[in-house]
């Protein structure tokens, strides 16, 4: 069975709401943030960053949020929460994945950390473009891959959800509070929220 190193309030609730959207059984072991745990050898050998969330699944361990969610999506194929390989909508599934980690989480430090750099330097552009792009791509009330709910809308829902409601840096952007709120709604991130409330109780 899987085990998820999770700790609340943190970028582990993104892999919890991926668990429940798979599926799967899987096992829950808290590390608190200032866990010796997350300091230990045997934790660096989960995770080298010792950050949460990781992974273990019988001999494999893995962490990084996304490669997390791309594993367990890859784990449920009857969740069909991953076009397979050989299906068109592949590309933009791996586009989106990538562009989460790659474009949304600097944008939010470009923002929190008030830098500005030159925007063709700058992988993620800026923050104004990326929050636009991600407008862009569900203004219709769709997901990230259209009709088909997917792991890339679990990666930047997650990350929109806090962009709004965690940091504060998302505003009047309704067509993001409106894809964030679909998200809020999912059962399977509404399980995620209650284990998250049950652990702050
Ligand atoms: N890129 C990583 C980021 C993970 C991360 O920064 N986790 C934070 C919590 S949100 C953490 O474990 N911080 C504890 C520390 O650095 O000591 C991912 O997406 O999984």
Known sequence: MMKLHWAPQTRAFRTLWMLEESGLPYELERVDLDSPFLRSEAYRAINPMMKVPALEDGEVRLAESGAICAYVAEHAPQAQLAPPVGDPARGRYLHWMFFDAGCVEPAYTERLANVAL????????????????????????????????????????????????????????????????????????????????????
């Open 118 to 201: 030159p925007a063709r330097a700058a992988g993620w552009g800026s923050f104004d473009r990326v929050m636009s792009v991600i407008e862009d791509l569900v203004s219709d009330g769709s997901w990230a891959l259209g009709e088909r709910f997917s792991a890339a809308d679990v990666m930047l829902g997650s990350n929109i959800w806090y962009g709004i409601h965690l940091l504060g840096v998302i505003k009047n952007r309704p067509a993001l509070e409106a894809y964030s709120a679909r998200c809020a709604a999912r059962p399977a991130f509404l399980r995620a929220e209650a284990v998250e409330a049950a652990a702050a109780a």
